[in-house]
């Protein structure tokens, strides 16, 4: 009880001190109070994931990726949260696409916590790079997985509709 009891406490303390950091009004005031949080375990991902976001709003990206990086190789946190720090440092702006594109390449395995997610990103990628083929092709992967949530399949489809697809035709072979 005593173990439960402190650990409840700690847990405590740290919510606590991300409500106050999360309290100040600029956002580079919110990204400086939550990187002086010391957390551990998941009370650290989940500090590091809203440092993250709050030093991308404040145009601090090579912070945010910093950040995200470092929780993307912890291996003290779980693996869902270091997934999701990998696709968020994916999703960041970066001159450096053929480092983004193989991050988003290794999430999208089958089987990946957030596989059609970073597959969603990848097909943006191919329609930022003109290569609308492409792009209408892995939107129809994703609108045709059997794991596909509702909200991703009509995202999905809206985009293979304004790049001139046709939701209706088969899905062309890989």
Known sequence: EYNKAQTQSAAQAVGDQMLDALSADAPEDRA???????AAGPSAAVAALLTAATQQEAG????????????????????????LAALKAAML???????????????????ASFALLAREQIGLM???AGDT???IATMRLISEDAGVTRGLRERAQTLIVALGGDITAPALAE
């Open 32 to 38: 400086t109070a939550l990187v002086a949080i010391d």
């Open 60 to 83: 601090q990206i090579e912070a945010a990726a910093q950040t995200l990086g470092g929780l993307a190789i912890n291996a003290d946190v779980p693996e869902i949260y270091r997934d």
């Open 93 to 111: 702006p970066s001159e450096d696409t053929a480092a983004r594109l193989s991050s988003l390449e290794t999430l999208a395995q089958p089987g």
């Open 126 to 128: 191919q329609v930022e």
């Open 133 to 135: 083929d492409a792009a």
